[in-house]
């Protein structure tokens, strides 16, 4: 007993020790439980790719309780390819996704069970399984042992031996008991010794308890294997109580009880979680900081009285602000931290703030500031000097209602810089202003600004009004449209490239804006162009290339597209002129917005303000990922969904915009796109607004999701037609795989839905009530472009087969109903070079050729043919899913080869009739026409129009190989 003693002495001693250095050390949970549980985790991934693969496949491993991280395979074996990953921090559990870079995923979310801190799993290209042994059966020459003889080190931290075994076995045979025989200075010692043994590379075992009548009264986990031996069969381990890893290196076994999480998870609840487990009933928990204990249940109603994680319930509701200490016999004492009571409906209810004046609001004679910080015990407004200056000026903020905190400053406080700093629990974060309309270099540090100072000249008067069926959407990047050095553009990559007007390129063609003009589209969707973070802006010098789905400061724009990114004014002005410009031009302006996620939930100002609200977490407590890139936003919470909305309106009127262009829509909840349209509607219901209504792996209703099984939920609201763009060109995620316009055959019915804009859809895939909610594109600025796709899919055809491919798709596109969406340099055929995932390819990969597009002069007047048809004949933009129903009806048309009517003056159409008829086939196609001409000729595979180019007089046509033909009847 005395060897105990000193055993459970020398334990506490380390405990002390680490929880004292702990209390002044940590802040978030996570962190505290890495440092207290120590250790590394290793991962082994195996994936095998598909054999025609031309992706760059890689990792997004993120361990429980953490955020994610790119990690790319390491190396090879028989079965694909191998990733080898060593996180710091013991975990139980370790989350991956397999995906590109561009987010293309093969499968979801798949998790590793961790055991003996180790954890190696196998995947299948294509197969939703992860596998715990290679699928296909063993191909690793593993070393088989005749004879193990394995010592095993046992510490329990209640110091209660009695009756505790082993039960073990060697691989694919019966088990055995084995008792603790022997001592030593980590706790009990049982030695396990097999011979004669054939095959087998590993041994199970498992800790029980074993009383009189019943061997198996009680154990510790299931199943633990030991797989490292040396070469003589021998191996040395040591385990502890409550943990259940298996460790082959003593100095990383923690022996010291730790708390390892304590957090506030509502009101008058704490959860309470320690590495060993206690007593329930003799719990021996003490609070402080002015709560009581009410009573200590456990977390898992099935637990039983001896478990490590239990509910704390107080007296008294607990106040978010104050500090509270929570310590236990033996286990120390640890800072109790803000945790899930910040997700809950009644924090919502309490501190929700409505009013329209967070952030700052600026007046020549006084500034005032509003910050929402419920959970802070204390704010400050932090001035500085200069933008990179290390020690500002604190001031006090004033507590107000709803968890606000106010203060202001007299005077003229133009180009004030500055920042807030909140206390939370005991720490302090500093923090970008969320609600900062103007920024330093950067996006570090917010400024003050006089608005009106940064207008053109007619800046605010709003376009005309456009129905969104007539819409003809042009996606666009700043950057890309001007940094070809034959662009004609002066101000190469920037805002004011995109407004510079009447300039030409090789072979005189028009550029930049002025092609986009000629072109005849009717809006400009902009990549973002909010503050993000990929970019340096102090090193522009040096080139640099995002598409910026990166946010960082939602409500000031990007600093490398202004000629001067020190001067948070420049931006402002110069993104107003180039919208002001466009406007001129008669073009309208769509915002790409991504409110789904940040840059990085733990550096964002959202989580330094209030930490755990504004992001959406799974049950584990770890954050969500349907996005891909490590967290997702929590549009339901109401004060995210305030954001989103406050950012959204102030966009559209302060830069007078025309729509917004949602990235991963489906990660946000209806009602929030609902409140999206209805603000926006307040101030011109003519904007446009659409987005990416993927079903996403997020963790809210079903029902609730913003994506395209209920868009009949969110009326005003377009979604992209995933559908009819791989039934025209192939999956996306498949490089080799074919659609209607390159080969695939029985895809007709596909495109007859999209050319509908898929008000016919079933339930499951989805709910459009009419066609001003669904796109109709065919590429994007992700994954190939269409050229890029041709090439990887009809690699013997001809340029000029190729060449035909293409027309007919955008032909079809410009022919569906629905809202027509094109893409950037689409109609000169643009290549990427190959780059399916061009995020931060350079600008030879990203800009737009102009000398492409001079040589490519035909089938640039093929679009522009194609819009004017578009714009001329209504009966292409029908507003009403009964009005396709009423006037478009296909006709009888041979294997890949789709026809169809629009009759009766559709949409008020001068023509009563259209024909038009899509010819995939390498071979001419004849169709029979509901009626005989005469016809006129508006779309023959060669030139498009409003203008006839030639009159049909019978009942029947043929169709060139890989054609569009459109004909007017009377």
Do not use: C
């Not at 041709?790 to 007919?808: C, G």
């Amino acid at each position: 007993m005395k060897s105990a003693s000193l055993k459970r002495f020398t334990a506490l001693l380390s405990m002390i020790a680490l929880v004292i250095g702990g209390l002044f050390s940590f802040h978030s949970v996570q962190s505290f439980a890495e440092t207290a549980a120590g250790g590394k985790t290793k991962v082994t991934i195996h994936y095998q790719a598909a054999k025609d693969n031309t992706k760059d496949w890689n990792l997004w491993v993120f361990p429980e309780g953490g955020e994610g991280k790119a990690y790319p395979f390491t190396g090879e074996d028989k079965f694909g390819k191998v990733a080898e990953i060593e996180l710091s921090g013991a975990y139980k559990k370790v989350g991956f996704i397999v995906r590109t870079d561009s987010w293309e995923k093969d499968g979801g979310d798949r998790f590793i069970d961790i055991a003996a801190g180790e954890g190696e799993v196998w995947v299948k290209a294509g197969d939703g399984n992860t596998y715990t042994e290679p699928p296909d059966g063993e191909y690793r020459d593993l070393p088989s042992y005749e004879n193990i003889n394995v010592k095993v080190h046992y510490f329990r931290y209640d110091d209660q031996y009695e009756g505790w075994n082993l039960w073990t076995w060697p691989e694919n045979a019966e088990g055995k008991s084995v008792p603790f025989t022997d001592e030593d200075d980590f706790g009990k010692v049982a030695n396990i010794q097999m011979k004669n043994l054939k095959d087998v590379h590993k041994i199970g075992l498992i800790v029980r308890k074993s009383v009189p009548g019943n061997e198996w009264a009680d154990k510790e986990f299931g199943d633990r294997y030991v797989t490292k031996f040396k070469e003589d069969g021998s191996a040395e381990i040591w385990i502890a109580q409550g943990q259940e890893r298996i460790y082959y290196d003593k100095d990383l076994v923690d022996r010291a009880p730790t708390i390892v999480r304590a957090s506030i998870d509502g009101f008058n609840e704490i959860t309470f979680e320690t590495n060993f487990p206690f007593n329930v009933k003799n719990h021996g928990l003490s609070l402080s900081g002015g709560a009581d204990i009410k009573e200590v249940v456990p977390f898992d109603s099935k637990a039983g009285e001896f478990t490590n994680k239990v509910k704390v319930i107080t007296a008294r509701n607990l106040d978010l602000t104050k500090v509270y200490k929570i310590a236990k016999d033996d286990f120390g004492e640890a800072v109790v931290q803000t945790g899930k009571v910040v997700r809950t409906p009644e924090f919502d209810q309490q501190f929700f703030y409505s009013g329209n004046d967070l952030g700052n609001t600026y007046s020549k004679k006084e500034t005032s500031f509003r910050l929402w910080a419920p959970t802070a015990s204390e704010a400050r407004l932090v001035t500085y000097k200069t933008w990179h200056g290390e020690n500002g000026t604190e001031l006090p903020m004033k507590k107000s209602e709803r968890g606000t905190w106010v203060t202001a400053l007299k005077g003229n406080q133009e180009g004030l810089i500055y920042t807030y700093k909140v206390k939370i629990g005991d720490q302090w974060n500093e923090a970008v202003d969320p609600y900062a309309r103007a920024v330093t270099v950067n996006g570090n540090k917010g400024t003050v600004i006089d608005l009106d100072e940064t207008d053109p000249r007619h800046f605010r008067k709003r376009m005309k009004a456009l129905t969104p069926e007539d819409a003809i959407i042009y996606e666009l990047h700043v950057r890309d449209l001007s940094m070809h050095p034959k662009s004609g553009i002066q101000h190469k990559g920037k805002f004011l490239g995109v407004a510079e007007e009447k300039t030409r390129g090789p072979k005189g063609v028009k550029t930049g804006l002025n092609h986009i003009k000629d072109l005849g589209v009717t809006h400009v969707q902009l990549l973002p162009v909010f503050d993000y973070n990929s970019v340096d802006e102090t090193k522009l010098d040096i080139p640099q290339f995002n598409w910026g789905y990166d946010p960082k400061n939602y409500n000031a724009p990007e600093g490398s597209y202004s000629t001067d990114p020190y001067k948070p004014a420049v931006r402002i002005r110069e993104m107003k002129q180039m919208v002001n410009t466009l406007h001129h031009n008669n073009l309208r302006v769509i915002m790409d917005v991504v409110y789904n996620h940040m840059y990085s939930a733990g550096e964002s100002n959202f989580q330094k303000l209030v930490p755990g609200y504004y992001f959406r977490y799974n049950e584990d407590g770890t954050l969500a990922n349907g996005t891909g890139v490590g967290n997702d936003t929590a549009s339901e919470r109401k004060m995210m969904r305030k954001f989103i909305v406050d950012s959204v309106s102030y966009w559209a009127k302060e830069y007078n915009l025309d729509g917004f262009r949602f990235d991963l829509m489906g990660i946000h909840d209806v009602e929030t796109m609902n409140e999206v349209r209805k603000a926006l509607n307040k101030i011109d219901p003519s904007m446009i607004v659409l987005g990416e209504g993927w079903d996403l792996n997020t963790p809210i209703d079903p029902a609730a999701k913003a994506n395209q099984k209920n868009a009949g939920k969110m009326p005003g609201i377009a979604h992209f037609n995933d559908n009819i763009r791989d039934g025209l060109k192939g999956s996306v995620f498949n490089d080799t795989d074919k659609g209607f316009v390159n080969g695939k055959p029985s895809t007709g019915d596909t495109i007859k839905e999209g050319v509908k804009a898929g008000i016919d859809y079933p339930s499951t895939m989805a709910s459009y009530k009419d066609p001003q909610q669904v796109i109709t594109y065919v590429e994007a600025h992700d994954n190939h472009t269409l050229w890029d796709k041709l090439q990887l899919t009809n690699p013997d055809s001809s340029i000029e087969a190729r060449k035909k491919m293409h027309e007919l798709a955008s032909s079809i596109i410009l022919t569906s109903q629905g809202v027509t969406f094109l893409h950037a340099g689409q109609e000169f055929m643009r290549t990427k070079g190959g780059d399916h995932n061009s995020y931060q390819s350079p600008d030879s990969v990203n800009q737009l050729d102009w000398q492409r597009r001079a040589d490519f002069g035909k089938e640039v007047n093929y679009m522009k043919g194609l819009i004017k048809l578009r714009k001329s004949h209504p009966a292409f933009r029908m507003r009403t899913a009964q009005d396709i129903r009423s006037h478009l009806s296909f006709l009888p048309a041979p294997k890949n080869t789709v026809a169809y009517e629009l009759k009766g003056h559709a949409n008020k159409d001068r023509a009563k009739d259209l024909v038009v008829v899509y010819n995939a086939n390498v071979n001419a196609q004849t169709i029979s026409l509901p009626a005989a001409g005469p016809w006129k000729v508006l779309v023959n595979g060669e030139n498009a129009g409003n203008k006839s180019l030639g009159v049909l007089l019978g009942n029947k046509i043929s169709v060139p190989a890989l054609s569009a033909v459109v004909l007017e009847g009377k």
